[in-house]
């Protein structure tokens, strides 16, 4: 006689209940056993079902218990004991809805030929790590679970449909599928509810990551972890999506499009959105958000194309090394938004110790390939004064003097500083026609009240031997005749300060000094006059216009590069 493997015969099972004797006529005839209209809350005699009988069906039942091949279809049931189909082929599809199970199901390496299904039943929590179902595996549309579900390492061929459900991991995570390989979607949307963290770190999903709607709480821990996962579609956490803990993307592939829109990211310890790594080739939209995001970290993050709005960011928004391809979708990149988001990040990034130039230089970058320059310029501008702020100019070497070392700190601070003033660091060269002008107009004025004072006179001695008469005011001396050069104002201040440039002003006139005293420090300390002032003036603009004009020249002709060039 054949020996077969213990409740593998249907005589093992009699008697029958009156819910099994019903589910066994309908796995004959490929009918659904519907033992209730929804899933009961008591065991009775008419409702129960024995977990091993299910498990004596779901492996094929016997030739006095055959199934059809739309595999077994039970409703209503009350599930007793633990259904363990570890290491098990189930040759059928396995679809038990809107049932409650007094135990765990297991299905640890177990393999499902078809689809498996607990539509609306109610689970204290399911173990199928490294589960194979050929087709879709269905826990939606009410399915409860007190504790952990488990699909660590699972091949599912088609999707992982969850939308509707309420886990609760208790202690633990309350969805925990890392490694695993879903050839179609996760959808965990429609209100999908986990109490504890949902984790699919290094899960690969041919389709899309679902999650519009979705409440999760990751009880002061993480509240969604996909962290190098690869999707071959979008992410969407939007339409409501709401995260009580961080939502961790580091290191995820992203082939579509990432969407976080009208959600909620909220966390009180760790990072609300931590991104480091994050690529998506297509379009990350960060807007329309509930609540402004704080504490968002995309260091080394990569995205085709970037779609947000002002009030998407908190403060503390981590940005080195982001890079974003195109901002789009009416997104701002106006350089007064872009700069206040580049001034939400977090305070050590932005000082000595730690500065992080590169968000400010791929914003100026991009913002330029977009033909928006005078908005890439402001930017530059903002990056040399963040730069100078941050102590960062004038870097020496540690083994140098400490003399030294401020001297040239010193020096190349305020030459920075007055490069900045005068040519906006060469990304604005003419302003510095507008200083030039400037100081022409204020050192005419000078000059003007100085020769009105008498304090200017001709170059050329031989005017006071023959005209002594005009030594109280040259300027406005009727004697001096009218082919010597006459003393304009704005032709000498001109004059001065155009190193180039011969007016004959600066050739044929001159501030009159007092003769010097013989005492250094007495000529030094109080020996002042307006005189003197004039004197002043007119070395500072030369000195400023041989610095201007060489200045100008080595901007233009490119002696002189920007720091983006």
Same mark, same amino acid.
């Given at each position: ?11 093992? +099972? ?41 498990? +004596? ?13 739309? @595999? ?29 199970? $007094? ?14 299904s607990l539509v609306g039943s109610q689970v204290p929590g399911l173990k199928a ?19 952990? *579900?488990?699909?660590? @390492? ?100 992203? &082939? @579509? ?28 939209? +960060? ?16 995205? @085709?194309?970037? *779609? ?99 001297? !040239? ?15 906006? !660091?060469? %990304? ?8 030039? #002008?400037?100081?022409?107009? #204020? ?15 001709? &170059? ?6 023959? %005209?002594?008469?005009?030594? &109280?005011?040259? %300027? ?7 082919? !010597? ?6 032709? !000498?201040?001109? $004059? ?70």
């Amino acid at each position: 006689m054949k020996q077969h493997p213990t409740g593998r015969t249907l005589a093992e +099972f009699k008697p029958l209940t009156p819910a099994e004797a019903q589910l066994l006529e309908a796995c004959k005839s490929g009918l659904s056993a519907n033992l209730g209209d929804s899933r009961p809350s008591a065991e009775s005699h008419a409702n129960t079902v024995r977990a091993n009988f299910l498990r +004596f069906l779901a492996l094929g039942g016997s030739d006095k218990a055959p199934i059809h091949e739309r @595999g077994i279809q039970l409703s209503g049931a009350w599930v007793k004991g633990t259904l363990d189909l570890t290491n098990a082929t189930v040759p059928t599809s396995l679809a038990i809805c809107h049932s409650h199970f $007094d135990s765990h199901p297991v299905l640890n390496r177990a393999e499902v030929i078809g689809a498996f299904s607990l539509v609306g039943s109610q689970v204290p929590g399911l173990k199928a790590d490294r589960l194979t179902c050929r087709d879709s595996v269905f826990l939606r549309d009410g399915f409860r679970s007190t504790e952990e *579900i488990r699909l660590l @390492g699972a091949q599912i061929g088609g999707s992982l449909s969850c939308g509707g459900a309420k886990l609760d991991g208790k202690d633990g995570d309350a969805l925990s599928a890392d490694r695993a390989v879903i050839k179609g979607d996760v959808f965990l949307n429609n209100e999908f509810t986990a109490t504890g963290q949902v984790r699919l770190l290094g899960a690969q999903i041919g389709g899309n990551l679902e999650c519009g709607g979705a409440k999760l709480d990751g009880k002061e821990g993480d509240a969604l972890s996909t962290s190098r996962a690869v999707i071959q579609g979008n992410v969407l956490l939007n339409k409501g999506f709401t995260s009580i803990g961080t939502v961790r993307l580091n290191g995820m592939k992203i &082939s @579509g499009n990432l969407e976080c829109n009208d959600a909620t990211f909220s966390s009180n310890k760790d990072h609300t959105l931590s991104a480091d790594g994050l690529s998506v080739n297509g379009r990350f939209v +960060f807007k329309n958000l509930r609540t402004s995001a704080r504490r968002v970290s995309l260091a080394s993050a990569r995205v @085709g194309r970037l *779609i947000d709005d002002a009030a998407a960011w908190g403060d503390n928004v981590v940005l080195d090394g982001f890079v974003y391809g195109h901002i789009s979708g009416g997104a701002p990149t106006d350089a007064t938004t872009r700069l206040q988001w580049l001034n939400k990040q977090p305070q050590g990034h932005r000082t000595a110790s730690s500065f992080r130039p590169q968000p400010w230089k791929q914003l100026h970058n991009l913002l330029l390939s977009m033909g928006h320059a005078e908005d890439a310029r402001q930017v530059a501008i903002a990056l040399e004064d963040h730069l100078r702020t941050a102590d960062l100019i004038g870097q020496t070497p540690q083994e140098w003097p400490a003399w030294k070392r401020f001297a !040239y700190r010193a020096t190349a601070r305020g030459m920075h500083a007055a490069f900045g003033q005068l040519m906006g !660091y060469g %990304y604005r060269p003419m302003r510095l026609g507008a200083w030039m #002008v400037g100081v022409w107009l #204020v050192c005419s004025a000078v000059y003007w009240t100085a020769a009105l004072q008498g304090a200017m006179g001709p &170059s050329n001695p031989l005017a006071f031997q023959k %005209y002594d008469s005009c030594t &109280s005011n040259w %300027y406005l001396c009727p004697e001096l005749p009218e082919e !010597y050069t006459g003393f304009s104002p704005l032709m !000498y201040s001109l $004059d001065v300060l155009l190193p180039v440039v011969n007016l004959q002003q600066e050739q044929d006139w001159a501030p009159l000094i007092p003769t010097p005293k013989a005492v250094w420090y007495e000529e030094l300390l109080g020996h002042w006059t307006s005189k003197h002032v004039v004197r002043l003036f007119v070395w500072f603009e030369i000195l400023f216009g041989w610095v201007a004009s060489l200045l100008l020249v080595a901007v233009l002709s490119g002696l002189t590069k920007r720091r983006d060039e």
